[in-house]
């Protein structure tokens, strides 16, 4: 089946920032994941370059309409590359045959008499470029824009929009897919169930000439819904354009929540008026907030998708937006999320396992991928592993088609922790020391490696770089071009004797980190130790020790999870005998248990019953004087330079049901 997918287009009144480059750069990973399927595709993005507010910042430029609009065009195309996106066309509201299309279709819904002049009074918008209902006002503003819309009275031209209203109600009952997620349909279906109004599609001439004359009336410019929608119409070649038919009425269209009313109100009932099926889904997102603040000039915070490519790295970016927004609802944006993002996911748990798994094909197999046995002698580990890896590639194909992207890689996370273990239950350093063992290591690294290879994959749309990186340390470079998805869905795709290469690192750890992380210590000091003052340019063999020693220092964030740390609440205390620093306590986590602790020298038993501490949970029981400890006590040990070792104990900052987990 082919692919239409298509973006807004975007106005040329500001510069492309974060939340164009999110909705972009979802279309683009849809694109390659619709490619991967093996389908064709077809991607496009564009401006919106006519109406007031673009003639208006125009004017406040001192430049012409035209000057001003190519300028900025300009600047949304140089964008794209920067974060790797590559739409197949970046279409111009201005563009000659764009302008043909809309009058084309102007001239036939007049002629069908969906279109009509009349007088007409409303509250206008200029942020919207739309009439606003009463309802839609929140105190009198317009709730994106913050401004009270305008009260305007003049004759126009109204497109009969209200006539396709039960249609439209119908088609949106009949097809549960055709407005995603649930709720913006749900949104849409409650907006129609009040009387829909007519909608204004022009302006007089006198008041704007910045837009498309009306074919049937000089005296009018068309108004900007009705000339920017029928971009996704031009872009394939509308009426008979060889691409047309291919295309349309596959088309899916993914926008932000802020025009969700114009794509799928406006947009279904012209498609309707014109005679053609109306698109195939429409996919809306939330917005993007920077520092949980939105994001605008005048605070200053506006995000470049330029300057974030620079920052972290394309696919760093790419990979960071699509996991970090769940597809619908808001998000934010901060430097912290998306170092961290890029600490755990990326250089943790992605690059070690792929840098582990190759440095024990290079070392246990001399870099060639070892034949596996024949699955009569799969241990339950590796039977486990393969039907794991191949639901988690099923749910990967589903969640990616549905726009689930942040899903789509928590599955794909999943798949890594699942490796991560099987490295260890299965211990190829182990089974190297045993010459019998020799067949099950060859089975465990060719495993590897094939799953590795699936994962390659599963990243291509998101992580086009890192990908590419990753065939070619599994020397898969030739296949990986023109591979498919069903190469993730089956076994055996890495041939037998294949090369593959060590040494890849994936993600070198990112340089910044807040000050007083142990990461950022430990860093800090390494540097001090050498005399360098570190930083992005400084010496290779330096940073790669410095990055040594913190490796070392590290844990992963499985390792991390396998501690069970609970808020307990002291129920009883006492001391215990021929012990001066021993206390038992009785403690509620949320079962009640008896924990000994080191404490005695640092609190009175009387004064701990009705605290809340902080315990390890799930560690081994001990028997200390004869009594069995169910886990340990957190306590902070302080040792001033010359005084008797204190004993802090650890707490949480408000009380909390005892048992509460801490991660
Ligand atoms: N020109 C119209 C669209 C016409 S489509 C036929 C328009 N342009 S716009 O420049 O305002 O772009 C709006 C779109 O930009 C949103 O729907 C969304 O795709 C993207 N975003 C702009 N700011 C955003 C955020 N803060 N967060 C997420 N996306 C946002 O409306």
Request: proline share 6%; with cysteine.
């Amino acid at each position: 089946m082919a692919t239409y997918i298509t973006t807004p287009i975007y106005y040329v009144n500001a510069m492309p920032h974060l939340g164009h480059a999110y909705t972009t750069l979802v279309a683009d990973v849809y694109s390659r994941f619709r490619h991967l399927c093996g389908g064709e595709v077809y991607f496009q993005t564009g401006t919106d370059e006519h109406g007031e507010k673009i003639a208006e910042a125009a004017d406040k430029a001192g430049e012409s309409p035209r000057q001003y609009v190519d300028r900025i065009a300009a600047a949304f195309a140089a964008a794209w590359p920067l974060l790797a996106i590559r739409p197949d066309r970046i279409i111009r509201t201005t563009d000659p045959e764009h302008i043909r299309t809309v009058q084309d279709i102007l001239q036939m819904v007049y002629d069908r008499g969906d279109i009509y002049f009349s007088e007409y009074t409303g509250l206008y918008c200029a942020g919207c470029e739309r009439f606003l209902t009463a309802k839609e006002l929140v105190d009198g503003k317009c709730p994106d824009h913050q401004v009270a819309p305008r009260e305007i009275s003049e004759q126009n031209y109204f497109f009969r929009m209200s006539a396709y209203q039960e249609w439209l109600i119908d088609h949106i009952r009949a097809n549960p897919e055709f407005i995603t997620p649930e709720r913006y349909r749900n949104e849409v279906l409650s907006f129609l169930s009040e009387p829909l109004e007519d909608l204004c599609i022009s302006r007089p001439t006198t008041r704007l000439t910045w837009g498309i004359p009306l074919p049937f009336d000089q005296n009018f410019v068309t108004y900007v819904w009705f000339d920017a929608l029928i971009n996704y119409l031009t872009g394939i070649g509308y009426p008979d354009g060889p691409d047309f038919e291919k295309y349309w009425p596959a088309a899916e269209h993914v926008i932000a929540k802020d025009i969700l009313k114009p794509h799928a109100i406006y947009w279904p009932t012209m498609l309707r008026a014109i005679g053609l099926a109306p698109y195939r889904r429409l996919h809306v997102h939330g917005y993007w907030n920077v520092d949980a603040t939105k994001m605008s000039k005048s605070l200053g915070n506006v995000v470049r998708p330029g300057e974030l490519a620079a920052e972290y790295g394309v696919d760093t970016v790419r990979y960071f937006l699509l996991r970090e927004m769940s597809f619908g609802l808001d998000s934010s944006f901060s430097s912290e999320t998306i170092i961290n993002r890029y600490n755990s996911d990326l250089a943790n748990d992605l690059g070690n396992l792929f840098s582990r798994s190759l440095t024990m094909i290079g070392k246990y197999a001399a870099g060639s991928m070892p034949k596996r046995a024949s699955a009569a002698v799969f241990t339950p580990e590796d039977h486990g592993l393969m039907s794991a890896l191949s639901a988690m590639g099923s749910q990967y194909c589903e969640d990616m088609a549905n726009f689930r992207f942040h899903k789509a890689l928590q599955v794909l996370w999943e798949a890594i922790s699942l490796l991560n273990r099987y490295i260890v239950v299965n211990a190829p350093w182990e089974l190297a020391k045993n010459e019998r063992q020799a067949e099950r290591l060859k089975t465990v690294l060719s495993l590897l490696a094939e799953s590795l290879w699936k994962i390659t994959l599963a990243l291509k749309p998101v992580m086009p770089e890192t990908a590419a990186k990753m065939a070619r340390a599994l020397g898969m470079e030739a296949a990986f071009a023109g591979a498919s998805i069903d190469e993730m869905l089956s076994w055996g795709g890495i041939p037998a004797g294949t090369t593959i290469h060590k040494g890849t690192q994936l993600f070198p750890r990112l340089e910044r980190q807040e000050a007083g992380t142990p990461a950022a210590d430990a860093k800090a000091e390494s540097r001090a130790a050498q005399g360098k003052s570190g930083g992005r340019d400084g010496d290779k063999d330096s940073r790669k020790d410095a990055e040594n020693v913190l490796d070392a220092a590290l844990i992963s964030l499985e390792q991390f999870k396998t501690v069970d740390l609970r808020v307990a609440e002291i129920v009883a205390a006492e001391k215990v005998n021929r012990s001066d620093r021993l206390l038992k306590l009785t403690v509620r986590a949320p079962e009640e248990r008896t924990i000994v602790a080191g404490i005695a020298r640092h609190y009175a038993p009387e004064d701990l019953p009705g605290r809340q501490v902080l315990i390890v949970a799930n560690l081994k029981p001990a028997k200390l004087m004869g009594i069995a400890s169910q886990g340990m006590l957190l306590a902070a040990k302080e040792q001033p330079p010359d005084g008797p070792e204190r004993l802090v104990l650890t707490t949480v900052s408000g009380p909390v049901a005892p048992g509460s987990r801490v991660a």
